[in-house]
C-alpha cells in the first residue's frame, strides 16, 4: 500500500489517477446506490468537479514520497 501511495512511476500513477476516477464516480452515484432518486445531470457534474477538487491534490501530495510537503513544515505544525 505504501507503494501505491508514494511511488512516482507511471504505472502507480496511473493506477492512482483510476482509483481517483472510481471514486469520483461513486460518489456522484450514491444517490442512486443508496437507493434515493437520480440527480439532475448538472449535479452529478458539479459533485464530480467538487470531488475531483479534493482528491487531486491530495493524490498529489501523497505521491510526492520523500518530497517535503506543506505539513512537513515545523511551524505549520506547531501552529506559528
Avoid: H
Wanted: glycine share 8%; aromatic share 6%; net charge negative.
Amino acid at each position: 500500500m505504501n507503494q501505491f501511495l508514494t511511488s512516482n512511476e507511471p504505472k502507480w500513477r496511473c493506477l492512482r489517477t483510476i482509483v481517483q476516477g472510481v471514486i469520483g464516480v461513486i460518489i456522484a452515484q450514491l444517490p442512486i446506490i443508496l437507493g434515493n432518486y437520480p440527480l439532475d445531470p448538472v449535479w452529478t457534474a458539479a459533485i464530480v468537479a467538487l470531488s475531483m477538487a479534493v482528491l487531486s491534490p491530495v493524490m498529489a501530495m501523497l505521491g510526492n514520497g520523500d518530497e517535503p510537503t506543506l505539513f512537513d513544515d515545523d511551524d505549520v505544525a506547531e501552529g506559528e
